[in-house]
């Protein structure tokens, strides 16, 4: 049996909304329509397939853009879409002004931004500037180009250490295991701190500041909104001779950067040059093109990324990172929301991307549990709570949405999907698997392709199979088995957001005491604050049931009986009179 995007058309149930004239302005003339988006991630590859071939495409996407105006997104960010070798699930780019042809054409990509536009949908792209793939012309030049040549100096090339050259230039990791340098024939070592195929640009070189100038133009000019930034915190570099090395302050983790700013190759002072001149460009265009910035910085260095002269928003991964617990929750939404103001931006949240185990499953596994060594056993030890897990995760989401700022969704989230942890090792592309020896499995599992109908070959996905295998517990779990189904998780989506557009006031909260708790902090398991427009939002994380409060009850993440609300619960209310 075969099935395609178009056998389940999924149109706008009657009376979904695509764009409200009381909200706040979203046209594309409104320069500030993203500081309280919400802003919907597809992972072009794992979205929807127009051709059978397995692989998620451009046309795909453009035949379900219905199911995002339904849901009530206000934007879509694409992974990225250009030609490449997919050494790292497409991060590894070779041309950074087309398109893959395995996922279309220029002309296929112009008429997915009309569509989106024409919908009301803002379109962001993907732009990976601290790499190219090695299969790129520039790369590929470098490498039939002697040392010290115009080609080389694009990249970090440099000689390498001890008698003959044999040892790395220094001790850098590469964030996928292993050294950092690779060695060329002629004896020289390049720079990657992802993949191998992924040879790091040298930033202090004008024809690549040029190159990028010239692709946020290309872009822009084709009428997308805004762009994200990959890896923002890793392209300016310190490469004075001799290179330092970094022993033990190398970055094992998210946060293990040194506080200053001096690490030699993330977070330096320098890479903000590079986003001042960038935003002259994207101020040129009516409105303003938008971009938000990936750096995996602490709370106090990514406010820099986040100034009005800059990018102007960046992730906030502290928020997917917190534990569920109140006391760490609060301190997160307080210093988030402290450090955005102070920079004159708005703040972001985020549960789940392309990354990450996605937050069904990583709320349902115990604190502290190892999740490398949890996926290495298939997601066996520990077993997964999935009740308690999809629990969470409903709660956890009604708790962002109701947060002043942006909000970025991962394409199935909506859908309530688990992250696929029994991938085999057969499937598995992700290039943390090689890299690391096979001790790290990686992140396939969260780029799964998405079900749209109960059966078929791909549930929905495309005509064939998928490039990755699904689980039987998809179709379940399909946009065609949620639609219409007033407690399913795709429903509770799609009345958040048409709620939160309805409800959004200015960029403040007040915190509010626990209903019946002595506390105000919030500590005793209860975060409850009010918004502006006359609306709260209280999520029960202590364990037992707690009463709620006055006022008329807009939304919960779960049932509620005789005004009771259960441990892991968010509920929405409207003051009353």
Not at 20 to 39: E, G, K, M, T, Y
Not at 237 to 255: I, S, Y
Not at 320 to 328: F, H, M, V, Y
Not at 398 to 412: D, E, I, N, R, V
Request: proline share 7%; glycine share 8%.
């Amino acid at each position: 049996m075969t099935d395609s995007p178009t056998d389940v058309s999924d149109p706008l149930p009657e009376g979904a909304f695509v764009t409200d004239p009381a909200s706040p302005d979203l046209s594309s003339q409104d320069p500030d329509w993203w500081r309280q988006a919400v802003i919907y991630q597809v992972y072009p590859r794992s979205f929807a397939d127009s051709d059978g071939d397995g692989i998620g495409d451009l046309p795909g996407i453009t035949s379900r853009l219905t199911h995002l105006a339904s849901l009530g997104v206000d934007a879509l960010w694409l992974s990225p879409f250009y030609p490449s070798e997919l050494a790292d699930g497409g991060y590894d780019v070779a041309d950074f002004r087309d398109v893959d042809p395995r996922l279309g054409t220029l002309a296929d990509f112009d008429a997915m931004v009309t569509e989106a536009h024409r919908l009301g949908l803002k379109i962001l792209v993907d732009l990976v500037p601290n790499h190219t793939s090695d299969q790129h012309v520039w790369f590929q030049e470098a490498l039939a180009s002697p040392p010290g040549s115009a080609a080389r100096a694009r990249y970090v090339f440099r000689d390498g250490r001890g008698e003959h050259g044999e040892l790395p230039p220094s001790d850098w990791v590469s964030r996928f295991g292993g050294s950092a340098w690779r060695r060329v024939p002629d004896g020289q070592w390049y720079l990657h701190l992802f993949a191998p195929e992924q040879p790091d640009l040298d930033w202090s070189n004008e024809e690549v500041r040029e190159d990028f100038r010239r692709t946020l133009r290309f872009w822009s000019d084709r009428g997308v909104d805004g762009f994200r930034i990959d890896v923002a915190h890793g392209l300016a570099k310190d490469l004075a001779e001799p290179l330092r090395d970094m022993g033990e302050n190398q970055f094992k983790g998210d946060h293990d950067l040194l506080p200053d700013g001096t690490h030699p190759h993330w977070d330096r002072d320098e890479v903000h040059e590079i986003y001042r001149d960038w935003r002259v460009i994207m101020d040129s265009y009516t409105p303003p093109r938008m971009a938000v910035a990936e750096a995996w910085v602490k709370n106090s260095r990514r406010v820099l990324y986040t100034r009005p002269d800059e990018l102007g928003q960046a992730f906030n991964f502290e928020y997917l990172q917190a534990e569920w617990s109140a006391a760490a929750l609060r301190k997160v939404i307080t210093e988030s929301l402290a450090t955005a103001a102070a920079a004159g931006a708005s703040a972001t949240w985020v549960l789940s991307n392309h990354d990450v185990i996605r937050h069904a499953s990583r709320l349902a596994l115990p604190p502290g549990t190892d999740t490398d060594a949890w996926l290495l056993s298939g997601g066996a030890r520990p077993a997964e709570d999935r009740a308690l897990g999809l629990r969470r995760a409903r709660a956890a989401t009604l708790l962002m949405l109701a947060l002043p700022g942006s909000s970025y969704l991962y394409q199935g989230e909506e859908l309530g999907l688990p992250e696929v942890a029994d991938l085999p090792a057969g499937a598995l592309q992700d290039p943390v698997w090689e890299q690391t020896g096979h001790t790290r499995k990686g992140r396939d599992g969260c780029r799964v392709p998405l079900p749209w109908t109960r059966e078929g070959s791909s549930y929905g996905f495309g005509p064939g199979g998928a490039w990755l295998p699904q689980p039987p517990s998809f179709g379940e779990l399909s946009v065609a088995a949620q639609h219409g189904e007033k407690d399913s998780t795709l429903e509770l989506y799609r009345s958040a957001l048409r709620l939160r557009r309805e409800l959004q006031g200015d960029e403040s909260l007040e915190w509010l005491s626990a209903p019946d708790e002595a506390t105000e902090d919030g500590a005793a398991g209860i975060v409850h604050f009010a918004r502006s427009t006359g609306w709260r939002c209280l999520t029960n994380l202590s364990g037992r049931a707690v009463a709620l409060p006055s006022g008329e009850l807009l939304l919960a993440s779960s049932s509620l009986t005789d005004r009771q609300l259960p441990p892991d619960t968010t509920v929405w209310l409207r003051d009353g009179n």
